[in-house]
């Protein structure tokens, strides 16, 4: 296909770039197939006239051993876009040659700083390929890297002794191209300070030559000298001046009689030239000296057809237009007055690089993908049929069937306020509590503080209507009302315009005692407050619901849509208009485990239920799914019962997900093609490896699984089989390959099933926040936050072991129970104390942090013990229960201790590992760590890494190729500006710095890792520095949360569950009792009663 784009391009059948996006779909895939048969006939013409002037009459046979041999060059170019770096390995060996240049002078290894392809790199590198080498237009591939911010390719090349001061024919530095505030940035400007380099000295460099130019023009015009004078090639000063972005220069040479039309040898005229180079204010300074914007270069090209942007080129199609009135009237204004409102881009503009193509895929590639899936399908007899209502999907809601609205509020009561009692014992709150349960007023106040008791039933109490009443004009408590979670949001809401400071609702409790509820009921009335266009953003919150729960909750005993993932959802507020323009989630810690294993009595996630009964018997056929018994990852704790009968519920439950995917911009093909991935998860855990050898190295038992798994995935059934059995190193060009035993590859099948499943959930958060993205609102004005905060609830199991559904999100509630200890109580306590305010007691709330320090303490924490031990290739699990037993026995805290007893309070067998209790805020729970070595492990081998990148599969292919953050989620994608001319890109300094923002850095330690020696590769290096592990997702995910919420005014909303059967109008005093005393309600009530029971800065008090 090389050859056939060389003849395409003779033959004139090109078609300009950006028609081909314009097109809808099907409409370019049928002209692309038009013009493919176009450039066989034309190099099938070629290719005969070619043999006829070579005098060849030998005709070619026809066989089946006939092969089409491409060019090496041409093939390791292809194989570095498409990632395929076992591709590249093997080109390499039979003989490409590394230090080939490509079209404009460009390296291999400029190719892979574009798209990122760090492992080719790194190969080439070895490989002697100069680090430095720059084009024709003197970029270097660290101007790539910086221009495309890829900062492992960044790193990578400062590594190898690249020269960071190397300029472009523009006299910037890799560093001009690097968007202020992302990683690639960072890692330079750290990298220059520690070599002693200084930002002044470097921003001399930069405009060293401009000054040097200025000055000789300056000479020139003293002695008489033209400023029209040409050079060889017919290039004159005004064309230098334009195209390097010298305004002053340019200015200087007009003022003094400069030819603006003037042409050189390949008729561009400085207009031409300043457009193509993304100079703006060199274009709008011509057009207003009357530059004529029509005149063509040799390639029949105007000004506006070269254009590095949509703004220049809309400028200079509107100059265009006035130009040719001014032919027609010479009396007509002049081209651009001095008027023209084109200032308000000009300050911030991103610099402009004409040397990178689009970031995303090319169409070609977009195309071939797409079709491959197609293929797919057909192959498969279809999943369904397409749909023509596709593009009505947009305006489906969720909820299909509506209600006459219903209001049922009770009315104000004394108790509305647990602080206004006279009574504050134990016994008085909860009787109060369970009082107004029984009257089914589940909402109580403690000061600001709102208590919440799940009524586990329906409430008339949430209706548009009822949103309504709440709504205030000073964010007060409406003393006509009882309490209610849209009193607090309305509070929220009014405290984030008087404070200019972000809000957060903390929304805690068990599992199962209404936080997710209360997350929706909190949005629900923000919506309605603040929305422009409040039915659409509310018919969005819903179909985003729709999808986080299919994907993202599974049934547990505690609470049968537990949540199995931290949110944090954040509403974006418009300070001018105080309106609602956008939203964003962000998730941490999914319990991807769940895949794989479900503890006792628990579920798999809801959509693999709701794809098994909700498919037509049709679609599971081609899907090759049963029933629920025939896949390992669903019939591990399902009753017999219910694996042979359906859930009619789920079929509807399918129904409105594909409505809400629908409604995210999935077509009918796309959201089968979901069904496709989540089908193939299911059929890899059912994938068994047998010993055909005394050596237990592992081989695929099922070919034929094999090759229904592969198809699936659109990989290759020998590569699948190959990257599931055995490991394959690559280092310095050398392959070690070593086999695994049966036990290794059963984790590495799991491992890539929780990982495919993984980041198939980031991918859809990563899509729903682009679909809850305003993209009319301007960007200009200030914006605040409102966000709220659901993690899973404290939960206590039989076993309780390494994994989300028990240690990992225990120690995670510890975390998040402290911070509110400190803001609702030492916080508030010292202030009151500060200020001389006299307090009856003083509350001491449970001292916890020992088991902090034993889980999350650096170097001697259980967490850092686990990654050590998880990083050591010989790692067993007596060595790690001897570390934590030396802790225990050498700590003198009674809060964590071993134990001889499981969970159970049976003896635990000696095999078993070691077994320790913690003594929670919420009560005591005995964790085992067997297998948490193992559990801990989160990063795939770099042979599955090779195949999943090759995935002819699009959604699998894009999984797989992007990053990773430090919290274990897909980086989001950066949405470039749609790109004009041949080369040219428009860099966005806002999407990048957005997208950056809030990520933990990768690069912190860049010194270590500059420093680091040995024999270990880069990205082996790489990876130990970033998120390889379970316990450093943890980590990081915790310090993200902790950090918004510090950056926020809090806001607590305490979630009661009133008994453990989930039962409705069923109050069990003691299981509530324990809750209010643990979370510490009575304290609370005495410390906001005797605390500030009005709260005013000094400027709002001195307002007043």
């Known amino acids: 296909c090389f050859q056939l784009c060389n003849v395409f391009r003779t033959h004139e059948m090109e078609i300009e770039q950006c028609l081909l996006e314009s097109l809808p779909l099907g409409q370019r895939q049928r002209l692309v197939k038009r013009m493919r048969c176009d450039q066989i006939k034309a190099y099938y013409e070629r290719e005969k006239a070619l043999q006829k002037r070579e005098g060849c009459g030998k005709k070619l046979k026809h066989g089946k051993n006939q092969r089409v041999r491409f060019n090496l060059a041409d093939m390791i170019q292809d194989a570095i876009v498409r990632h395929d770096d076992k591709e590249v390995l093997r080109l390499l060996k039979d003989g490409a040659d590394p230090h080939m240049l490509l079209s404009s002078g460009d390296s291999l290894l400029h190719l892979c700083a574009r798209y990122d392809n760090a492992f080719a790199a790194e190969i080439l590198i070895d490989r002697g390929v100069n680090v430095n080498h720059q084009d024709e237009d003197f970029w270097t591939s660290m101007h790539v890297a910086c221009a495309c911010d890829n900062p492992d390719i960044v790193l990578l090349l400062l590594l190898a002794g690249a020269n960071v001061l190397l300029q472009d024919v523009n006299g910037n530095i890799a560093l001009d191209y690097a968007v202020e505030g992302t990683e690639s940035s960072s890692i330079l400007l750290m990298y220059l300070e520690e070599n002693g380099v200084e930002l002044n000295s470097l921003r001399q460099m930069k405009i060293q030559r401009a000054m040097t130019m200025l000055t000789d023009v300056r000479q020139l015009i003293s002695s008489g000298g033209s400023v029209n004078q040409k050079n060889d090639e017919g290039v004159t000063l005004l064309h230098v001046a334009c195209a390097n972005g010298y305004k002053n220069v340019a200015s200087l040479i007009l003022d003094h009689g400069a030819d603006l039309n003037v042409v050189d040898n390949q008729y561009w005229t400085p207009l031409h030239l300043a457009a193509k180079y993304g100079q703006t204010n060199l274009v709008k300074l011509l057009l207003m000296h009357q530059a004529n914007p029509n005149l063509l270069n040799c390639n029949n090209e105007k000004p506006s057809d070269v254009a590095a942007s949509d703004f220049i080129e809309e400028m200079l199609l509107k100059a265009e237009i006035v130009w040719e009135e001014k032919m027609k009237d010479p009396l007509a204004v002049s081209t651009l007055s001095q008027e023209e409102p084109y200032e308000e881009i000009l300050h911030d503009l991103p610099t402009i690089s004409n040397k990178l193509n689009p970031l995303a895929l090319p169409i070609a590639k977009q195309d071939s993908l797409l079709e491959k899936d197609t293929m797919f399908k057909d192959a498969a007899k279809g999943l369904c049929k397409q749909q023509s209502q596709d593009s009505a ?83 007060k408590l409406c003393s006509s009302l009882p309490p209610h979670i849209f009193s607090c949001a309305e509070r929220a809401y009014h405290m984030l315009f008087q404070e200019q400071r972000p809000q957060c609702f903390i929304l805690s409790g068990e599992s199962g005692s209404g936080k997710t509820e209360a997350c929706k009921q909190i949005v629900k009335h923000l919506t309605c407050r603040a929305s422009c266009s409040r039915n659409t953003f509310d018919t969005k919150i819903k179909h985003v619901d729709c999808i986080l729960e299919a994907f993202g909750h599974a049934k547990t005993p505690l609470n049968d849509f537990s949540s199995c993932f931290v949110k944090y959802f954040e509403l974006q507020f418009c300070e001018r208009k105080k309106t609602l323009i956008a939203a964003r989630i962000y998730t941490y810690m999914l319990e991807k485990s769940r895949v794989i294993i479900q503890p006792l009595n628990q579920s798999n996630f809801h959509v693999f239920y709701f794809m098994m009964d909700g498919l037509s018997a049709e679609e599971k056929y081609t899907l090759y799914l049963s029933n629920l018994s025939a896949h390992r990852y669903l019939s591990q704790t399902v009753s017999e019962e219910t694996m042979l009968a359906a859930n009619p519920q789920n079929r509807e439950k399918l129904t409105i997900l594909r409505q809400a995917l629908g409604a995210l911009g999935f077509n009918s093909l796309e959201v089968e093609n979901l069904f496709v991935i989540l089908s193939a998860i299911l059929h890899l855990g059912d994938i068994h490896f047998t010993a055909l050898t005394d050596a237990e190295t592992a081989f695929v038992s099922d070919l034929q699984l094999l090759e229904q798994v592969a198809g699936m995935l659109q990989v290759s059934p020998d590569e699948l089989a190959s990257a599931l059995t055995t490991d394959v190193q690559y280092f310095k060009g050398d392959t070690i390959v070593r086999r695994h035993t049966i036990e290794i590859a059963d984790f590495y099948r799991d491992l890539l099933a929780k990982s495919l499943y993984g980041r198939l959930f980031s991918f859809l958060v990563n899509t729903i926040n682009c679909y809850l993205q305003n993209q009319d609102e301007s960007g200009s004005d200030q914006v605040f936050e409102i966000g709220v905060l659901d993690i899973f609830g404290f939960e206590e199991f039989q076993k309780n072991t390494f994994e989300q559904a028990s240690l990992c999100v225990n120690m995670t509630n510890e975390k998040i129970h402290q911070y509110i200890n400190e803001v609702l109580f030492l916080q508030e306590q010292a202030e009151c104390v500060q200020e001389g305010v006299a307090m009856e007691t003083m509350y001491s709330p449970g001292d916890h942090t020992p088991a902090l320090d034993f889980f999350f303490q650096k170097p001697s924490g259980f967490l850092s013990m686990l990654d050590e031990e998880s990083q050591s290739v010989w790692s067993v699990e007596q060595s790690l229960s001897k570390r934590i ?112 923002s809030g990520e933990a850095k990768k690069y912190i330690e860049l010194s270590k890792l500059l420093k680091k020696k040995g024999t270990s590769s880069f990205l082996q290096r790489l990876e130990r520095g970033g998120p390889t592990t379970v316990a450093i997702q943890l980590r990081n995910s915790l310090a993200d949360i902790i950090g918004k919420l510090q950056n926020c005014t809090p806001h607590s909303v305490h979630c009661i569950k009133p008994n453990n059967s989930k039962l409705p ?25 005797h605390g500030y029971p009005v709260r005013l800065s000094f400027t709002d008090f001195l307002s007043r």
Not at 955 to 962: E, G
Not at 987 to 995: E, F, N
Not at 1065 to 1089: C, P
């Open 393 to 475: 999907s947009e305006n489906v809601s969720v909820n299909t069937t509506t209600k006459l609205e219903q209001i049922k509020l009770m009315p104000p009561a004394p108790n509305d306020d647990l602080a206004s009692l006279s009574e504050l014992t134990d016994s008085s709150l909860l009787y109060e509590i369970q009082k107004r349960f029984n009257n089914n007023q589940i909402y109580t106040y403690i000061g600001d503080i709102l208590l919440l008791v799940n009524p586990f039933k329906e409430l008339p109490i949430y209706s548009t209507m009822v949103t309504q009443l709440y709504l205030s004009n000073s964010g």
């Open 885 to 996: 037993q030396s802790y225990l026995d050498t700590s003198d805290t009674n809060t964590v201790y071993s134990s001889t007893k499981d969970g159970n309070g049976n003896l635990a067998p000696k095999d078993l590992g070691s077994i320790f209790t913690v003594m929670h805020y919420a009560g005591r729970v005995t964790y085992e760590i067997a297998g948490a070595i193992e559990k801990n492990k989160d990063t795939l081998s770099q042979n599955l890494l090779f195949v999943m990148k090759t995935s002819e599969n699009v959604v699998i292919n894009q999984l797989f190729q992007s990053k990773l953050t430090q919290t274990g989620s897909l980086v989001p994608p950066y949405h470039s500006h749609k790109i004009k001319g041949c080369k040219a890109a428009l860099l966005s300094k806002k999407t990048s710095v957005t997208c950056a």
């Open 1065 to 1089: 109008d069923t109050f069990d005093n003691f299981y509530v009792s324990a809750q209010l005393q643990y979370i510490g309600v009575l304290d609370m009530v005495k410390i906001i009663r």
